[in-house]
């Protein structure tokens, strides 16, 4: 079972006048017992869009129980 995450981030793509923003409940498979960091977070969305992980800026994020 994977940890949740809820998150709310931007993503700034190049063909977009501005950054597209994103929220929702993210779920991490990979076993961890501490919680993730900012960068984290950023490089596992930014894996997940396919996209570099400096086009990501995380606004919120919390563990979810």
């Known amino acids: 079972m994977g940890v949740k995450y809820y ?3 931007l993503v700034a793509e190049s063909n977009a006048a501005g950054p597209c923003e994103y929220s929702g409940v993210i779920e991490v498979t990979r ?3 501490r919680m993730m960091g900012l960068r984290e977070i950023e490089r596992l969305l930014a894996r997940n869009f396919d996209i570099d992980a400096k086009a990501v800026t995380v606004l919120h994020w919390s ?3």
Do not use: C, D, N
């Open 63 to 65: 563990r979810l129980h």
């Open 7 to 9: 998150t709310q981030f």
């Open 31 to 33: 076993q961890t017992e």
